[in-house]
């Protein structure tokens, strides 16, 4: 009976003997194996960094956005329906009715055919009805009578996925019913001399920036001053995208050569002189705009031609207010007759009357404090497989894209006189307009916060599929303020990829690991049948190549555990200076010296892995082994002789 030390030492002596075969066999296998084990240090790594960094922003909250726009009447498909023509065609009638009896209540010119053509034409060549003019306010009306009503509930759709949240603001700023809110670039809004407006909604040409009420409990990880800040001065608080925040101090982009340390310099002093970010926004109804429309065509018009001899001004003049104000447009002179003032009034009685009398002038000036700063969203990174985009699209916790965020709390301390009830008051459903259709979409936005994580995935898996047929009208859905419910989705799909990997590799492995000990059994036949003859049991041989199996197995572990460490600690070295500013900027509102790692240990899928190396061995040992035992020792010596 031969030992287990004997076995060992036996077996160690073969692996010495052909080192060459021993040296591929571990190499080839060994950096299969170190491939699969270099992507789990390094994926563990990030993982473990994740969860340090998981309790900022909104990373360990389940957010969802949930949008649900009506199902709209599709005018253009029904331009030639003869049932919607004669709706149409009825609308029409009405509005002229409407419209004459008004006209003759106040003595006012009108004439249908004149002043309210009909959208419904005649093809020449058909003879058929059909509807020209989609826009057209008969036409509006029509399809908003054939429009079901909405039986969408939020509370509804969400229940089934337990407790939940639904937050009570997630309102924009950009589509008021009355009126628009236009940033004053340089802090004005148009110049009173020439009357010509800057570019105010494509602030550092990269688009418009966007106000956005939001519940005051999302927009808190992202204030850094809130007790520096003084609602009684009337400033309307905000927080605003790092980059922002960086060009609204007026600071230089700092140069490519910049290092490390310049780049989180520039990021802590940006969050420590955050509150001296302001920005001032004019608000106008649809009446003031007219007005400020009607002040600059004057102006234009008197500077083209007031040295001509028949020059002649208009008899209501208007002035425009000064530029950085947002102020109202005076009257200079008003020289109308009696005649002319009263036909005025008469024609504003006639619009009230049908409703279509836009109000009086409404202007409001709006200065926006920063209050904190965001991480910017992806985007502003660039490439996805740039470092930082990646981190950031990982990691990243943001406020919206291109957004600036108003707090709801921090917005009701402002003085009511402040917050003008026709831009912050209210809740209305946000709309939109195809020209070209002439239908119109009318969404509602909301921001839901579940319980945990599983159950924000599973009620965005089960809710992904987009129906624009149901009642309910359209919903879409998509993750708030981070990434964090796709991490975990993430996480499972490479755990696929790496099962799958694994199991190819091993058979991959069983292979060469089988070809190289099939070899050493067959050239150690004389050898095994001596120890046959001396008395060795067929167990006794099949333990010395299985010993030998599992010393060449544990050195392809041994080297792809080192190989696999290498790896990860070259992309540690290589981007992990990047990823730790890269996620500092992320989370610019936190002050953090954290850093971010491309390699950990503390991974369950490592002893897996070795562990499947040293199965694969011992399974590619199986047949040689068997094989081995089951010859004959006295042919084996004849044959060698």
Same mark, same amino acid.
């Given at each position: 009976m031969i030992r287990f030390l004997d076995a060992i030492v036996l077996a160690h002596?073969?692996? %010495?003997?052909? %080192?060459?075969?021993?040296? $591929?066999?571990?190499? $080839?296998?060994g950096i299969l194996f170190s491939l699969i084990l270099g992507v789990i240090f390094v994926s563990q790594g990030v993982w473990d960094s994740i969860a340090r960094f998981s309790e900022e922003g909104l990373n360990?909250? *389940?957010?969802?956005?949930?949008? =649900?726009?009506?199902?709209?009447? %599709?005018?253009?498909?029904?331009?030639?329906?003869?049932?919607?023509?004669?709706?149409?065609?009825?609308?029409?009638?009405? =509005?002229?009715?409407?419209?004459?009896?008004?006209?003759?209540?106040?003595? $006012?010119?009108?004439?249908? +055919?004149?002043?309210?053509?009909?959208?419904?034409?005649?093809?020449?060549?058909?003879?058929?009805?059909?509807?020209?003019?989609?826009?057209?306010?008969?036409?509006l009306a029509a399809a908003e009578a054939r429009k079901k009503p909405s039986t969408f509930s939020i509370y509804d759709y969400v229940k089934s996925y337990g407790p939940t949240k639904v937050h009570e603001h997630n309102k924009s700023l950009a589509n008021l019913p009355s009126g628009a809110l236009n940033q004053m670039k340089d802090g004005k809004e148009f110049s009173s001399e020439t009357?010509?407006?800057?570019?105010?909604?494509?602030?550092?040409?990269?688009?418009?920036?966007?106000?956005?009420?939001?519940?005051?409990?999302?927009?808190?990880?992202?204030?850094?001053?809130?007790n520096a800040y003084d609602p009684t001065k009337g400033d309307i608080p905000m927080v605003v995208p790092f980059s922002d925040a960086e060009k609204l101090l007026d600071m230089e982009p700092l140069g490519k050569d910049a290092t490390l340390s310049d780049k989180y310099n520039r990021?802590?002093?940006?969050?420590? %002189?955050?509150? +001296?970010?302001?920005?001032?926004?004019?608000?106008?109804?649809?009446?003031?705009? =007219?007005?400020?429309?009607?002040?600059?065509?004057?102006?234009?018009?008197?500077?083209? &031609?007031? &040295?001509?001899? &028949?020059y002649v001004k208009p008899s209501l003049h208007y002035a425009l207010p000064a530029g950085d104000s947002c102020g109202a447009v005076t009257v200079v002179s008003d020289t109308r007759t009696a005649r002319e003032k009263d036909f005025d009034a008469r024609q504003t009685a006639f619009e009230k009357e049908l409703g279509i009398y836009i109000g009086e002038p409404e202007q409001h000036k709006l200065t926006l404090r920063a209050v904190g700063i965001s991480?910017?969203?992806?985007?502003?990174?660039?490439?996805?497989?740039d470092v930082g985009g990646m981190i950031n699209g990982l990691l990243g916790s943001w406020l919206g894209y291109d957004a600036w965020i108003i707090p709801s709390e921090l917005l009701r301390q402002v003085p009511e006189t402040q917050r003008p009830e026709s831009i912050f008051g209210g809740t209305w459903a946000e709309s939109s307009i195809n020209a070209t259709t002439g239908q119109g979409n009318a969404f509602n936005s909301y921001l839901v916060e579940f319980e945990d994580k599983e159950k924000a995935r599973a009620f965005m898996r089960d809710n992904s599929d987009i129906d624009t047929s149901s009642p309910q009208g359209t919903v879409f859905i998509q993750p708030f303020g981070s990434n964090t419910l796709l991490v975990e989705d993430m996480k499972g799909y490479l755990?696929?990829?790496?099962?799958?990997?694994?199991? $190819?590799?091993? *058979?991959?492995?069983?292979?060469?690991l089988g070809s190289i000990i099939g070899r050493t059994v067959s050239e150690g036949r004389r050898e095994s049948a001596i120890f046959r003859a001396i008395g060795a049991r067929r167990a006794d041989v099949g333990l010395i190549y299985g010993t030998y199996a599992f010393l060449l197995s544990l050195r392809v572990a041994i080297f792809a555990a080192t190989i696999g460490v290498v790896m990860a600690l070259v992309v540690e070295i290589w981007i992990g200076k990047e990823a730790t500013l890269a996620t500092r900027y992320a989370y610019a509102a936190a002050e953090t010296d954290a850093t971010f790692h491309f390699f950990g240990i503390f991974s369950p899928y490592i002893p897996l892995v070795l562990a499947a190396i040293m199965v694969f061995g011992m399974i590619a040992s199986i047949i040689p082994v068997i094989l081995s035992a089951r010859r004959n020792p006295i042919k084996d010596m004849r044959d060698d002789t």
């Amino acid at each position: 009976m031969i030992r287990f030390l004997d076995a060992i030492v036996l077996a160690h002596t073969k692996l %010495r003997t052909h %080192r060459i075969r021993t040296g $591929i066999a571990v190499g $080839i296998a060994g950096i299969l194996f170190s491939l699969i084990l270099g992507v789990i240090f390094v994926s563990q790594g990030v993982w473990d960094s994740i969860a340090r960094f998981s309790e900022e922003g909104l990373n360990d909250r *389940a957010v969802v956005g949930v949008m =649900q726009v009506d199902r709209p009447v %599709r005018v253009y498909d029904l331009s030639e329906n003869e049932q919607f023509i004669a709706e149409v065609k009825q609308a029409h009638a009405v =509005q002229i009715a409407k419209k004459q009896a008004a006209a003759k209540k106040y003595n $006012i010119p009108y004439s249908a +055919e004149r002043d309210d053509p009909s959208p419904v034409l005649v093809d020449d060549d058909t003879k058929k009805e059909y509807i020209e003019n989609l826009g057209h306010s008969a036409v509006l009306a029509a399809a908003e009578a054939r429009k079901k009503p909405s039986t969408f509930s939020i509370y509804d759709y969400v229940k089934s996925y337990g407790p939940t949240k639904v937050h009570e603001h997630n309102k924009s700023l950009a589509n008021l019913p009355s009126g628009a809110l236009n940033q004053m670039k340089d802090g004005k809004e148009f110049s009173s001399e020439t009357g010509e407006s800057p570019d105010n909604m494509n602030y550092n040409n990269s688009g418009p920036r966007t106000l956005t009420v939001t519940s005051q409990s999302l927009v808190d990880p992202f204030i850094n001053n809130k007790n520096a800040y003084d609602p009684t001065k009337g400033d309307i608080p905000m927080v605003v995208p790092f980059s922002d925040a960086e060009k609204l101090l007026d600071m230089e982009p700092l140069g490519k050569d910049a290092t490390l340390s310049d780049k989180y310099n520039r990021l802590k002093e940006v969050r420590q %002189r955050v509150d +001296e970010v302001t920005v001032s926004f004019c608000y106008r109804n649809k009446a003031s705009q =007219q007005l400020v429309a009607e002040a600059k065509s004057q102006v234009s018009y008197e500077k083209k &031609n007031k &040295n001509k001899e &028949n020059y002649v001004k208009p008899s209501l003049h208007y002035a425009l207010p000064a530029g950085d104000s947002c102020g109202a447009v005076t009257v200079v002179s008003d020289t109308r007759t009696a005649r002319e003032k009263d036909f005025d009034a008469r024609q504003t009685a006639f619009e009230k009357e049908l409703g279509i009398y836009i109000g009086e002038p409404e202007q409001h000036k709006l200065t926006l404090r920063a209050v904190g700063i965001s991480g910017d969203s992806p985007s502003i990174y660039g490439g996805a497989f740039d470092v930082g985009g990646m981190i950031n699209g990982l990691l990243g916790s943001w406020l919206g894209y291109d957004a600036w965020i108003i707090p709801s709390e921090l917005l009701r301390q402002v003085p009511e006189t402040q917050r003008p009830e026709s831009i912050f008051g209210g809740t209305w459903a946000e709309s939109s307009i195809n020209a070209t259709t002439g239908q119109g979409n009318a969404f509602n936005s909301y921001l839901v916060e579940f319980e945990d994580k599983e159950k924000a995935r599973a009620f965005m898996r089960d809710n992904s599929d987009i129906d624009t047929s149901s009642p309910q009208g359209t919903v879409f859905i998509q993750p708030f303020g981070s990434n964090t419910l796709l991490v975990e989705d993430m996480k499972g799909y490479l755990q696929s990829i790496l099962m799958w990997a694994l199991l $190819i590799v091993g *058979a991959v492995a069983v292979i060469i690991l089988g070809s190289i000990i099939g070899r050493t059994v067959s050239e150690g036949r004389r050898e095994s049948a001596i120890f046959r003859a001396i008395g060795a049991r067929r167990a006794d041989v099949g333990l010395i190549y299985g010993t030998y199996a599992f010393l060449l197995s544990l050195r392809v572990a041994i080297f792809a555990a080192t190989i696999g460490v290498v790896m990860a600690l070259v992309v540690e070295i290589w981007i992990g200076k990047e990823a730790t500013l890269a996620t500092r900027y992320a989370y610019a509102a936190a002050e953090t010296d954290a850093t971010f790692h491309f390699f950990g240990i503390f991974s369950p899928y490592i002893p897996l892995v070795l562990a499947a190396i040293m199965v694969f061995g011992m399974i590619a040992s199986i047949i040689p082994v068997i094989l081995s035992a089951r010859r004959n020792p006295i042919k084996d010596m004849r044959d060698d002789t």
